[in-house]
């Protein structure tokens, strides 16, 4: 059964760094795609990162590249989001979720991906 569990979540001012954390336990294939999703009250769920756990490739939204790292320890089979300068706007319930490998890992495609985790608040001050 597969199981993801996110973590890390909390409450940060503007500018500050948060690190997310999610554990992922049941798949048998040896690369899929771990992507992170966020959804604030009122909006629709948004990729902003993804990773091939096989080959390490990652794929980013446009909206936060060179703010957002994507990053994995195979061999706690755990995938991170880093998040540096953190804007307002960033405030969301995050979440991970699990596709299959088809030569590469849709960002913004939600519906590709059919596990998910239960999600962790991320706030934002300013």
């Known amino acids: 059964q597969v199981q993801l569990v996110e973590s890390g979540g909390g409450s940060v001012q503007a500018g500050g760094s948060l690190r997310l954390s999610c554990a992922a336990s049941g798949h048998t294939a040896s690369t899929i795609c771990v992507g992170w999703f966020r959804q604030a009250p009122g909006k629709e769920r948004e990729g902003v990162g993804a990773i091939a756990t096989g080959g390490g490739w990652t794929y980013y939204a446009d909206s936060v590249k060179g703010r957002f790292t994507v990053s994995q320890d195979r061999a706690k089979n755990t995938v991170y989001l880093q998040m540096n300068n953190l804007k307002p706007e960033d405030t969301a319930m995050y979440y991970c979720?699990?596709?299959?490998?088809?030569?590469?890992?849709?960002?913004?495609?939600?519906?590709?991906?059919?596990?998910w985790g239960q999600g962790t608040q991320v706030t934002v001050s300013s």
């Open positions: 979720a699990t596709a299959d490998w088809v030569g590469f890992c849709p960002v913004v495609a939600v519906e590709s991906y059919n596990y």
